[in-house]
């Protein structure tokens, strides 16, 4: 099946390439090295997109292939129309608004997320969206099937100040409602980040709060996370020294303490990332 899957990804890339002249393709390679519970080396993730656009037409399409080093799947696969400058219309498999931490890793500033796994509820979703944009906000409404029920999502954004973003979201989930705060500011060299994630059901109740400084090729993260994670208390202290060898190759290596209700671990990362 995977092996199917890569062919005909790889033959309708082929034919689109020669099809449609406004195709854009993209993707990376995320190599990783993990010593903490179980140490782990392999390929976190291939991924390969497409983008469609006509020029003059309200109507785009994404799509993307995903393989973890064991199975591959289509990760997102959108078509949106542009109604307007700012209304866009978005149906198909859609990522979720949650988060200050990227789903995939070439738009994180580290390895790991700020607890275990994702604090997020969502990720992709098979659903529709409506969002509306302009430079100084963005308002957006997200309907995703889950396997019980509709997940929705609702979206409030404010960029009206230069290096500013500060986006809330509020989730209703089957069982459960989520709500997502965070804010960025980027000055110079210096981004500076605070986030709050907390769950009706007290399950996830996290604060994160991370700087990052480049320096030419070269960066530093410093993260610090706290908080009630799965029913249990978590904080989590992270380092991670990063350096850009080339536009497309960008390494890093992360230093992690966690004190997990009382049991202190830490854990040591090595990443690589070749982006095109």
Same mark, same amino acid.
């Given at each position: &099946? ?47 997109? &497409? ?32 109604? $307007? ?10 990522? $979720? ?7 995939? *890793?070439? %738009? &994180?500033?580290?390895?790991?997320? *700020? ?5 997020? $509820?969502?990720?992709? /979703? ?10 100084? #906000?963005?308002? %957006? ?24 973003? /500060? ?25 500076? /980040? ?20 480049? &320096? ?7 993260? #610090? ?48 990332? #070749?982006?095109?």
């Amino acid at each position: &099946m995977k092996k199917t899957l890569i062919t005909i990804f790889a033959a309708f890339a082929l034919f689109a390439s020669t099809a449609f002249a406004g195709l854009g393709t993209y993707g990376y390679i995320d190599i990783f090295y993990d010593n903490g519970a179980t140490s782990e080396t392999g390929v976190y993730e291939f991924e390969y997109g &497409m983008e469609f656009s006509e020029e003059g037409s309200p109507f785009s399409a994404v799509m993307e292939l995903s393989f973890d080093g064991t199975n591959a799947s289509f990760e997102t696969a959108t078509i949106t129309y542009a109604a $307007s400058d700012e209304l866009s219309y978005t149906i198909g498999n859609i990522l $979720s608004y949650q988060g200050f931490e990227a789903y995939d *890793q070439t %738009g &994180m500033y580290q390895y790991s997320y *700020q607890a275990t796994g994702p604090v997020y $509820s969502a990720a992709y /979703a098979v659903g529709a969206s409506v969002d509306y944009v302009t430079d100084d #906000y963005s308002i %957006g409404v997200w309907i995703g099937d889950t396997t019980t029920d509709e997940s929705y999502e609702y979206l409030f954004a404010y960029t009206g100040i230069e290096g500013l973003t /500060a986006k809330y979201i509020y989730a209703d989930d089957p069982g459960y409602e989520t709500d997502n705060f965070w804010v960025s500011y980027e000055t110079g060299d210096l981004t500076l /980040a605070y986030e709050t994630t907390e769950t009706d059901e007290s399950l996830i109740d996290m604060e994160m709060y991370l700087a990052y400084l480049a &320096m030419g090729d070269a960066g530093l993260t410093v993260r #610090y996370s706290e908080g009630t994670y799965l029913g249990a208390d978590y904080e989590k202290t992270t380092f991670s020294p990063s350096y850009a060898f080339s536009d497309a190759v960008f390494g890093l290596v992360e230093f992690s303490d966690i004190t997990e209700d009382g049991v202190d671990s830490s854990f040591t990362a090595v990443e690589v990332l #070749y982006t095109f």
